[in-house]
């Protein structure tokens, strides 16, 4: 998708980095140079300053705050910053106990800041590097001199090592505590297509990934990965090669971790900026599931969020740590997990309670036992007679699903049709069960649950209100007047419809559901009659097809509509089908 609302890449980046300082008082943005800062920092502790390519936000600038990084310079979009900011962003936040610079394994990042930090060590500064590199998609062989590339482990280093400096740590800890997450680090990603570059020409061409293909092991800058995979696979299947990518011993090109399930592990599961919350939150959940079925690893910290992009990337990306070892340094015993356990003030950290070490969900699901609450029926109803009135309803409303798709396709979303096919067919399948009853209130109860628990979107919600409470007029007008007729459903009928108006002002003439249901009810309970109630609603649903909508979805089609409302269709199919 190469859309965007801002298209100058150097605005962009520089009014990104001022967004920072608006939602953290604690922040200052150089712009000229492109550096944020935490301008309240200890100059009696470890500063610590990182960096790289911009468009992999929120890395760097959003993980600046106490406890984390002090300082973060940014370059272009994907591409390094130079020595001469580097330099300017070490001197911004420069301290008497020295200053850990972190960047990531790529060529450029590596250049520019390790000739700023030669610089500053030539001024006397304490002054420290680390690169980071956890991406096992290029293998050794294929990573030659260059190694591995660096993705979201470096976010795992920025934390245990901003927490560490937060503690008082002296340089050389820091470092080293930097390097020991770093060696225990494997990610990769997976992605659906490249990122187009504001500012860019298009980048589409033969080579781009295609609509039935994913990328295993993309990085964070459009480059390639360890394989195209086609067609799409299911997503376990995808996770699980990418956990084996991570955790397979045996293979000898790309096995630098060695985890094993009596590890304590940190899993970092990384949105790449493109993906849904929705569709990421679901992939998350998935590794965890697979980390643990299939290596037996249950982590001890799952991390899960946008915290390394690659802009607006279609794809995420599995880091895991290995965080067993414990470091004995400045006479203390450092944890990884408890640093990453550390409070910060960065806006970009998903900090979350910290959970003691293998703590479980301690509260059960409450568990609503079915109709447990329903008073049993004085009085039995003919139980065949329901049971095929309700046949010949249902399959009305089925016969009827794909002319009021149609309509709603026209006047809605397209789905009112399949919203009460399912709804339908799970009644059928409900009353041609052995849970059918002959009691008139429990059998109207399990009608509603069905429904509440087939059907969404507004059809569903309406028709749930409706035959809940429809049951709750049969256990009324059944213990009232000790039989089962026309007058107790139809006295029922009234009583679910009174209840509808409570939450919808739909009314005859407003283009809905209840322009066949309002006439519907009243006739039925005026002469109990369901062919003629039947007819009713036939003819309020005939009506709709002039009506101005004033609720639900049509209202945003405008008056051109000449069908009629599907909701009302479906009302009508379902009445004309006990007429039968
Ligand atoms: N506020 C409302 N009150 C009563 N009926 C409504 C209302 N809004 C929509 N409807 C009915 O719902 C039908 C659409 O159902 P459905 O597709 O489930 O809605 P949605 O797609 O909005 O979830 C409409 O044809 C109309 O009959
Ligand atoms: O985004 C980048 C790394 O942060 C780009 O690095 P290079 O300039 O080495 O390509």
Redesign the pocket.
């Known amino acids: 998708m190469d859309k965007h609302f801002i298209n100058n890449p150097e605005e962009l980046v520089v009014e990104s980095l001022k967004s920072l300082t608006a939602v953290n008082h604690t922040l200052s943005v150089n712009e000229h140079e492109k550096i944020v800062y935490y301008h309240d920092y200890d100059k009696k502790k470890v500063t610590i300053i990182s960096g790289g390519g911009a468009g992999h936000e929120p890395t760097h600038a959003a993980f600046v705050g106490k406890g984390m990084l002090t300082a973060a310079v940014s370059g272009s979009i994907f591409a390094s910053p130079s020595s001469k900011q580097v330099y300017t962003g070490i001197e911004q936040v420069k301290s008497d106990a020295g200053t850990l610079v972190i960047c990531k394994n790529y060529t450029g990042d590596i250049l520019h800041f390790g000739m700023a930090l030669e610089r500053q060590k030539t001024t006397g500064k304490n002054i420290e590097m680390v690169a980071v590199a956890d991406d096992v998609a290029v293998g050794r062989e294929k990573g030659g001199k260059v190694g591995r590339r660096g993705l979201a482990g470096t976010v795992i280093v920025h934390k245990v090592s901003g927490a560490a400096a937060e503690a008082g740590a002296g340089l050389q800890t820091v470092a080293a505590i930097a390097r020991h997450a770093i060696a225990n680090l494997v990610s990769i990603g997976a992605s659906l297509a490249h990122v187009h570059v504001p500012g860019r020409e298009d980048t589409d061409n033969e080579d781009s990934v295609k609509h039935n293909e994913l990328e295993l092991g993309m990085g964070i800058h459009n480059e390639p990965g360890c394989r195209r995979i086609s067609p799409i696979p299911k997503i376990d299947d995808l996770i699980c090669d990418m956990l084996k990518q991570l955790l397979d011993q045996n293979d000898k090109d790309r096995a630098y971790v060695n985890i094993q399930k009596s590890d304590e592990v940190v899993l970092l599961v990384n949105n790449l900026g493109g993906l849904s919350v929705l569709e990421f939150g679901a992939i998350a959940s998935k590794v965890k599931e697979l980390l643990e079925a299939n290596y037996g690893i249950k982590p001890v910290r799952i991390l899960a969020g946008t915290l390394i992009t690659s802009l607006n990337g279609l794809g995420f990306s599995i880091t895991l740590l290995r965080a067993t070892d414990r470091l004995n340094l400045e006479g203390k015993e450092w944890s990884l997990v408890d640093l990453l356990d550390a409070p910060t003030q960065a806006t970009g950290w998903p900090y979350t309670e910290p959970a003691p070490l293998n703590s479980v969900n301690k509260l059960s699901d409450v568990e609503i036992k079915d109709n447990t609450d329903v008073i049993k029926s004085p009085v039995a109803m003919n139980k065949e007679a329901v049971r095929n009135a309700i046949i010949n309803s249902m399959n009305t409303l089925i016969e009827q699903e794909p002319i009021i798709t149609k309509y709603?396709t026209i006047?809605?979303?397209g789905?009112?049709g399949t919203?009460l096919k399912r709804g339908a067919e799970a009644v059928l399948e409900y009353v041609k069960s052995d849970k059918f009853t002959d009691d008139p209130i429990l059998m109207a109860r399990q009608i509603a649950d069905v429904v509440e628990n087939n059907m969404d979107?507004?059809?569903?919600a309406?028709y749930a209100i409706f035959f809940h409470s429809f049951a709750k007029g049969v256990s009324e007008k059944v213990q009232e007047l000790k039989k089962v007729d026309t007058e107790v459903w139809a006295a029922a009928c009234r009583i679910a419809l009174d209840t509808l108006y409570r939450y919808?002002p739909?009314r005859v003439g407003d283009r809905?559901?209840?322009d066949a249901l309002i006439p519907f009810v009243d006739e039925y309970a005026k002469s109990h009659d369901v062919h003629k109630a039947a007819k009713a609603a036939e003819e309020g649903t005939e009506k709709t097809k002039t009506m101005k909508a004033k609720?639900?979805?049509?209202v945003y089609v405008g008056d051109e509509l000449t069908v009629p409302?599907?909701?009302?269709v479906g009302v009508a199919s379902i009445i004309k089908g006990f007429a039968k």
């Open positions: 709603d006047a809605g979303d789905d009112c919203t979107g507004t059809s569903g309406l919808t739909a809905t559901m209840c609720l639900g979805r049509a409302d599907p909701g009302a």
